[in-house]
T-cell receptor
Framework: DAKTTQPNSMESNEEEPVHLPCNHS???????IHWYRQLPSQGPEYVIH???SNVNNRMASLAIAEDRKSSTLILHRATLRDAAVYYC????????????FGKGTRLHILP | DARVTQTPRHKVTEMGQEVTMRCQPI?????VFWYRQTMMQGLELLAY????????DSGMPKDRFSAEMPDATLATLKIQPSEPRDSAVYFC?????????????FGQGTRLTVV
């Protein structure tokens, strides 16, 4: 299974943009890039996913490198409620589409 | 507001006892995942089902764990006998596979403590 590499933790100031990086140099053509986050004492929740093109939704933006070997989750204006562990996950677009979580990045938001 | 429901939310049991955790997936979803989360190991995939059939349960200790879907509205994870090392938060998630890569919705988890 292709692996992802994320920083263990990051800090950002409230109301500023946050760029969360993810490296996935062994990504295959059948892998989608998914991001989930886990708020304290809650189950993980879906944030965004993409294949090749950049994606935007109400929660975040996903910027995917042209060679697809890295991606960046962008929170445009972080709030205290965005403090969570963010997971970058590769998920295959075939029958074996299980979701395997790594360690993720713990994001701290400073007021 | 559709959500995945897990019961019980908390369970304390003695070593050797049987534990059953239940999950009600979102109506119409055809994929169910079971995860275990501990501080040391993070989120581990135990098993997942598609249309009630197990697709992969390689992450589950076979000697004491079992997962089933008696019907489309209920998934169960059973531990028999339970051990202190099984103490963890167990999450269930469900999803609907239409375009081959869709989001999974997670429940609030069952916090299991085995003493």
């Amino acid at each position: 299974d292709a692996k992802t590499t994320q920083p263990n933790s990051m800090e950002s100031n409230e109301e500023e943009p946050v760029h969360l990086p993810c490296n996935h140099s062994t990504i295959s053509g059948t892998d989608y890039i998914h991001w989930y986050r886990q708020l304290p004492s809650q189950g993980p929740e879906y944030v965004i996913h993409g294949l090749t093109s950049n994606v935007n939704n109400r929660m975040a933006s996903l910027a995917i490198a042209e060679d697809r070997k890295s991606s960046t989750l962008i929170l445009h204006r972080a709030t205290l409620r965005d403090a969570a562990v963010y997971y970058c996950i590769l998920r295959k677009m075939n029958r074996d589409d299980k979701i395997i979580f790594g360690k993720g990045t713990r994001l701290h938001i400073l007021p | 507001d559709a959500r995945v429901t897990q019961t019980p939310r908390h369970k304390v049991t003695e070593m050797g006892q049987e534990v059953t955790m239940r999950c009600q997936p979102i109506l119409g979803h055809n994929t169910v995942f079971w995860y275990r989360q501990t501080m040391m190991q993070g989120l581990e995939l135990l098993a997942y089902f598609r249309n009630r059939a197990p697709l992969d349960d390689s992450g589950m200790p076979k000697d004491r764990f079992s997962a089933e879907m008696p019907d489309a509205t209920l998934a169960t994870l059973k531990i028999q006998p339970s051990e202190p090392r099984d103490s963890a938060v167990y999450f269930c998630a469900s999803g609907l596979v239409l375009s081959r890569s869709t989001e999974a919705f997670f429940g609030q988890g069952t916090r299991l403590t085995v003493v």
